[in-house]
C-alpha cells in the first residue's frame, strides 16, 4: 500500500496526514454541535483547537523522542523532521490536557465540562487516525494465523491497528450514549481515559515496535498510571457531587 496519496508541486501528501486531518475536522465539528448543547459560545471550540491541537502534535512528537533519546541524541536535527514519522498519541493526549486546562483557566471555563465535550471528540479522531498506521505498514503485531491477519514483509501479522480502531469507536459510542446518563462534570472524559486505556494495554501487547522504559512497554505502564488516576478523580468527583448536593 501506497502511503503517499497524491502529489502536489513536487510536495507529497501522506495518507497518515489526511486521516488525521479528518479526524480533526470531524472531532472539532461533533464538539461545536456538544458546546452548543451546553450554552457555551459558538467558538469556543475553535478557538481553543487553534492552541491545542498545535500543542498536541509537538508534544506527541517530544514524547516519542524522549523515549528514543539513545537515537536523537546523536542526531539533533532529526528531532523536527515529523514527517519521517514518530508521534505518540500519549504524548499529544497530555500536551493537549494541558492546553486545554490553561485555556479554560484563561477563559474563565469550567475544565470538566469542556473535557466532557471534547472526550468523545479525542476518541474518535484516534479511531480514524489509526488508519493512517495501515497506509505506513506500522503499529502491526506478532505473527499469527487468524483469519484477519494482515501480511507484512511476507509475514501474517495482527492488525493491531484495526484492533485499537475498533475498539476506540466503541468508546467513542459509549461516551455519546453514556452523556445523559453522566451524574457531574468530568465523568465523560474520565470514562474516555479509563476505557481507551484499558484496550490500549492489551493491544499494545501484541505490538512489536513499541517505545519501552527498560523491559516494560512505555503505553502500558502510562495506561495503568491513566487508569488508577482516573479512578481516582472519579471517586474525588463524585464524592464533591454528593457533598455539593446535600
Known amino acids: 500500500m501506497d502511503p503517499i496519496a497524491f502529489r502536489v508541486f513536487g510536495i507529497e501528501v501522506a495518507w497518515y496526514g489526511i486521516l488525521i486531518s479528518i479526524g480533526i475536522f470531524l472531532g472539532i465539528f461533533i464538539a461545536i454541535i456538544r458546546a452548543k448543547r451546553e450554552n457555551l459560545y459558538e467558538d469556543v471550540i475553535l478557538d481553543m483547537a487553534l492552541i491545542a491541537i498545535p500543542l498536541a502534535v509537538i508534544g506527541a512528537r517530544l514524547y516519542y523522542v524522549i523515549f528514543k533519546w539513545d537515537y536523537y541524541g546523536q542526531n539533533l536535527r532529526d528531532i523536527i523532521k515529523i514527517r519521517e514519522g514518530g508521534?505518540?498519541?500519549?504524548?499529544?493526549?497530555?500536551?493537549?490536557?494541558?492546553?486545554?486546562?490553561?485555556?479554560?483557566?484563561?477563559?474563565?471555563?469550567?475544565?470538566?465540562?469542556?473535557?466532557?465535550?471534547?472526550?468523545?471528540?479525542?476518541?474518535?479522531?484516534?479511531?480514524?487516525?489509526?488508519?493512517?498506521?495501515?497506509?505506513?505498514?506500522?503499529?502491526?503485531?506478532?505473527p499469527t494465523d487468524l483469519p484477519w491477519a494482515i501480511e507484512v514483509d511476507g509475514v501474517m501479522v495482527h492488525p493491531t491497528?484495526?484492533?485499537?480502531?475498533?475498539?476506540?469507536?466503541?468508546?467513542?459510542?459509549f461516551l455519546l450514549i453514556y452523556t445523559k446518563k453522566k451524574k457531574y462534570?468530568?465523568?465523560?472524559?474520565?470514562?474516555?481515559?479509563?476505557?481507551?486505556?484499558?484496550?490500549?494495554?492489551?493491544?499494545?501487547?501484541l505490538r512489536t515496535d513499541s517505545?519501552?522504559?527498560?523491559?516494560?512497554?512505555?503505553?502500558?505502564?502510562?495506561?495503568?498510571?491513566?487508569?488508577?488516576?482516573?479512578?481516582?478523580?472519579?471517586?474525588?468527583?463524585?464524592?464533591?457531587?454528593?457533598?455539593?448536593?446535600?
Open 161 to 173: 491497528f484495526l484492533y485499537e480502531s475498533v475498539w476506540n469507536f466503541c468508546v467513542f459510542a
Open 211 to 246: 517505545l519501552m522504559i527498560g523491559p516494560l512497554r512505555t503505553a502500558q505502564v502510562i495506561s495503568i498510571i491513566t487508569i488508577v488516576g482516573a479512578i481516582a478523580l472519579m471517586k474525588i468527583l463524585n464524592k464533591k457531587r454528593y457533598f455539593t448536593s446535600r
Open 87 to 142: 508521534l505518540a498519541i500519549h504524548g499529544a493526549i497530555i500536551a493537549g490536557v494541558l492546553a486545554g486546562y490553561v485555556f479554560c483557566r484563561y477563559k474563565n471555563i469550567g475544565f470538566w465540562k469542556l473535557a466532557d465535550i471534547c472526550a468523545p471528540s479525542i476518541i474518535l479522531g484516534q479511531a480514524i487516525g489509526r488508519w493512517g498506521n495501515y497506509f505506513n505498514q506500522e503499529a502491526y503485531g506478532r
Open 185 to 205: 462534570e468530568g465523568q465523560i472524559f474520565l470514562y474516555y481515559l479509563v476505557l481507551y486505556s484499558i484496550g490500549r494495554f492489551f493491544i499494545e501487547g
